[in-house]
């Protein structure tokens, strides 16, 4: 049976998403601040060629054009997220109007051309200013937060229904704050935790405040998953993959659902209760409106001694020898129908929505087109696996792409491209790919 949109109902939610940092460039412009990421791209050595995000795709200057480009693939629903130290270039304390303006343009051009904005809230860029107090290891990070969260409701709230709270806690918590790859750069056990835990409070407070300034607002928060597996049925495998099964999908989604943090498997994450006050276990819980699923592969897992605290380790795509991405992911549709099935177990879950989904290869220009069968497929896949997902009874209400245009992809710099749009970065021309028409012809 051929898959259609109308296969999913009138309803179901189809979209792109993006990230401020990764596109939007003008780094110091109309009074923005430093964030983490404009200070840690200026680090030797810690992002693929030295490349930084200070240009990306110059959407902050070609945001028209690009929303008209969105339209003309019959694109609806444009996911992107604000950059904090744009509104609050010290992350606290002083409003920039020139970054509430540019908000304001980008959210009124897309209405005008019936394009329904995703507000994330948070995608990565701390302001440089709160990372010198600590960042998200210090608690008052959460407050921090509060007060931006409340700014952005108060000037475009009127407008904009749709909030997502935090983009991915787990990943730019471990990459960010234990293996030190991500900005700003920590590393440690201590560091990561503390990170841990006050984003997970930041994402209730924030879904709290988001509620009592708009009673109307649809909101969400979004967590990286991945299907794991184990390697073998030996014990230690299984074991391995249990607690990789913790770390990769359960630690964020299960405090917020009011269940706590699942520190039985993993003895040493019992030390997050070191950064717990009183109240917090209750703090920890919010009813968000819809829970944002982000997923791109599937994790096979071992035992290995050599490991600290977990004693698991992945085994690579390319160990395995399966199809893999620009980023060494294994190609693994299946893998969404899994993560969508283990989320919506969960009692009380609220309606899921894919957030995320798309995959990196090589791309070429050849006489003015790009041609990516695989992406074509790799989505198409996908999608035909939420429907299974939907049509065994899970509730999924929609589906992202990510992304839409090729762009800056943190510490791998802009070689991995998961456009349907491709972006030439000398040039700043865009050609949408086969896989942006095989998606536009889906929507029409
Ligand atoms: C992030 C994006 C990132 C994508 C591909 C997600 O983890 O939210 O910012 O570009 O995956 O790696």
């Known amino acids: 049976m051929r898959i259609t949109k109308e296969s999913f109902g009138k309803d179901f939610i189809w979209g792109v998403s993006t990230a401020a940092y990764q596109i939007e460039g003008a780094h110091q412009h109309d009074g923005k601040g430093p964030s983490i990421w404009d200070t840690f791209v200026k680090r030797r050595n810690k992002i693929a060629k030295n490349q930084n995000g200070d240009i990306a795709c110059d959407f902050y200057n070609r945001y028209e054009n690009d929303l008209k480009l969105m339209q003309k693939m019959h694109i609806t629903n444009y996911r992107f997220s604000i950059s904090w ?21 980008l959210i009124d051009f897309s209405l005008s051309l019936g394009i329904t ?61 234990f293996f030190g790859v991500h900005a700003p750069g920590k590393k440690g056990l201590d560091n990561f935790l503390a ?72 003895k040493v994450l019992r030390k997050i209760e070191r950064y717990m006050k009183q109240n917090d276990e209750v703090d920890l819980k919010f009813d968000m409106d819809f829970i944002g699923v982000q997923n791109y592969t599937r994790e096979v897992i071992r035992h290995s001694f050599f490991v600290p605290f977990l004693q698991a380790k992945i ?14 992911w294994e190609v693994y549709p299946e893998s969404m129908f899994h993560i969508l099935k283990k989320f919506d177990a969960y009692p009380n879950i609220p309606p899921l929505i894919i957030t995320e989904n798309g995959a990196a290869f090589e791309d070429s220009v050849m006489e003015g087109k790009v041609d990516d069968p695989k992406r074509v497929q790799y989505i198409r896949e996908v999608i035909e696996q939420v429907f299974r997902a939907k049509s065994e009874g899970i509730n999924v209400k929609g589906y992202f792409v990510w992304t839409f245009l090729d762009n800056f992809e943190w510490a791998e710099g802009y070689h991995p491209r998961f456009g349907l749009v491709h972006v030439d970065f000398k040039t700043q021309q865009r050609i949408i790919k086969s896989s942006g028409h095989w998606y536009t012809d889906f929507l029409r």
Not at 118 to 124: A, C, G, Q, V
Not at 217 to 239: A, N, Q
């Open 85 to 105: 130290s744009r509104i609050q270039p010290d992350g606290m304390g002083k409003i920039n109007l020139a970054g509430i303006d540019f908000y304001n343009r």
């Open 117 to 177: 904005p995703w507000i994330t809230l948070y995608h990565w860029d701390l302001p440089q200013e709160l990372e010198k107090k600590g960042g998200w290891t210090n608690r008052e990070v959460k407050d921090w937060f509060g007060q931006y969260v409340a700014i952005c409701i108060q000037y475009f709230g009127d407008r904009v229904k749709n909030w997502i709270v935090i983009n991915e806690p787990t990943v730019f918590s471990a990459a960010g704050y």
């Open 195 to 266: 990170a841990a835990h006050h984003a997970a409070l930041a994402q209730a407070h924030g879904g709290r405040i988001i509620k009592s300034l708009q009673s109307a607002s649809h909101v969400g928060t979004t967590f990286s998953c991945s299907h794991v597996e184990p390697f073998s049925y030996k014990e230690k495998d299984l074991i391995a993959a249990k607690k990789a099964d913790v770390l990769l999908n359960r630690l964020f989604i299960e405090p917020l659902l009011g269940m706590g943090y699942p520190t039985h498997e993993i």
């Open 315 to 328: 085994v690579s795509a390319k160990k395995r020898k399966v199809e893999q991405t620009a980023m060494n």
